[in-house]
């Protein structure tokens, strides 16, 4: 079935440092490709988002990259704050209701 | 702008108990609207979605329901509660249904624990 594969699990950097976190998805049909920030006790947060038809998008600190052919995409947040700390989701959609998301990446920000 | 509302926040339920969760929608019409659950250290997973009033679309069968009485308003439902049902149901909406690929917006969740 449709899955989506996120890497790493938890994830620790320095303040100032980059941070990347990957995922694979399995359905070729897929063609948008959001990411959520969830703080602690909070829903999750749309923070990114890629249609298929882009290989790249930026929002000041945060850009997200997709590799059709290779069915994988990415993450990078640069200058990373404290306040980056959180739980990361992706997720793949393809056309449908349907969001398939990845397991979550737990980012630590150390000051 | 658009937001939406779950509660409660939290809920304490003895096994066998009925349950009933809320959420409504402000700022849009028509919203698809979708609840999930986020079992520890997972990801989130689809229970239910709605395109329209009264329409609803399961994707795991299970103990639960979902009903959608008004257009901006989204109740997921059981009769009984089991253990398993313990975990944290979020809600959330999208743009109306003739558009695809909308993102999706969530609320802050119900920490649903069974005893």
């Known amino acids: 079935g449709e899955n989506v594969e996120q890497h790493p699990s938890t994830l620790s950097v320095q303040e100032g440092d980059s941070a990347v976190i990957k995922c694979t998805y399995s359905d070729s049909a897929s063609n948008y490709f959001p990411w959520y920030k969830q703080e602690l006790g909070k829903g999750p947060q749309l923070i990114i988002d890629i249609r298929s038809n882009v290989g790249e998008k930026k929002d000041q600190r945060i850009a997200v990259t997709l590799n059709k052919t290779a069915k994988h995409f990415s993450l990078h947040i640069t200058e990373t704050q404290p306040e980056d700390s959180a739980v990361y989701f992706c997720a793949a959609s393809g056309g449908t209701y349907k969001y398939i998301f990845g397991t979550g990446t737990r980012l630590k920000v150390l000051a | 702008s658009q937001t939406i509302h779950q509660w409660p926040a939290t809920l304490v339920q003895p096994v066998g108990s009925p349950l009933s969760l809320e959420c409504t929608v402000e700022g849009t019409s028509n919203p698809n609207l979708y609840w999930y659950r986020q079992a520890a250290g997972r990801g989130l997973q689809l229970l239910f979605y709605s395109v329209g009033i009264g329409q609803i679309s399961s994707e795991v069968p299970q103990n639960l329901s979902a009903s959608r009485p008004q257009d901006r308003q989204f109740i997921l439902s059981s009769k009984k509660l089991l253990l398993s049902d313990s975990g944290f149901y979020l809600c959330?909406?999208?743009?109306?249904?003739?558009?695809?690929?909308?993102?999706?917006?969530f609320g802050d969740g119900t920490r649903l624990s069974i005893l």
């Open positions: 959330a909406w999208s743009p109306p249904s003739s558009l695809s690929n909308q993102p999706q917006h």
